[in-house]
């Protein structure tokens, strides 16, 4: 078993996403260093879009139409123990730098826990849009994405978490591109359009799980490993 799960929600987007996915996988293909694994995460309803017949992949389809944030809590309590981190990657990604595996696991491999991200392209240092996390986190809180979110916030939960937990650490040489409508980089299609309904909830709701307490005492979960 790799040391990785590299962990795609997807869903097709009338079929244009699965372009983009398969992007995605050909950049994973070209720069890994064989020490992870390739997830995708589909809805059923998304097949009729078209196959998605990559080799050397973890496919798991679901009967259920999932957020975003839902699909990556589904897909890490049901494939993370077998790894030691799951990094995620939206769809709409690309792998720019070779040897990724080896430069984030050189550096995770002396810390007890690690919250680790690249450059997107667009954020840079600013948010950690695709988190690099150790297995042992998301175990520790039973989630990887508050379940009070729906799509937005869940990077600034990571950003919060990492903060908190001294554990935090962006790497400027590793580019994982997002191709994103805010960045120009691709153009907004009905995926993009449902997500903004989330944003002002998700917003709300992040702010308020920052200020009741509860953040601390899920912190508190984490630092007792």
């Known amino acids: 078993m790799k040391d990785i799960l590299v962990m795609v929600p997807h869903h097709s987007a009338d079929g244009r996403r699965n372009k983009t996915l398969e992007s995605l996988y050909l950049s ?11 997830l995708v995460g589909m809805d059923e309803e998304d097949i009729k879009y078209g196959d998605i017949n990559f080799d050397n992949i973890i496919l798991d389809i679901n009967k259920e ?51 680790f991200y690249g450059d997107d392209g667009h954020q840079h240092e600013k948010l950690c849009t695709h988190a690099f996390i150790s297995v042992n986190i998301i ?20 950003m919060e978490m990492g903060k908190h937990l001294n554990c935090l650490k962006y790497f400027p040489n590793i580019i994982l591109e997002h191709n994103h409508p805010d960045a120009n980089k691709s153009e907004t299609d009905i995926l993009y359009k449902q997500a903004s309904n989330y944003f002002y909830e998700d917003q709300y709701n992040f702010a308020k799980y920052m200020k009741n307490g509860n953040f601390i005492e899920d912190m508190k979960r984490i630092k007792i490993l």
């Open 28 to 38: 994973w293909k070209e720069t890994t260093s064989n020490k992870s694994d390739f």
């Open 65 to 115: 139409r999932l957020n975003v944030i839902q699909k990556i809590n589904y897909l890490t309590s049901k494939y993370v123990k077998n790894y030691k981190y799951v990094y995620f990657v939206g769809n709409d990604c690309i792998f720019k730098t070779k040897d990724w595996e080896n430069i984030f696991l050189e550096e995770a491999n002396k810390n007890k826990y690690c919250i």
């Open 139 to 158: 175990e520790s809180l039973g989630f990887m994405g508050p379940k009070f979110l729906r799509h937005y916030y869940v990077d600034n939960f990571w």
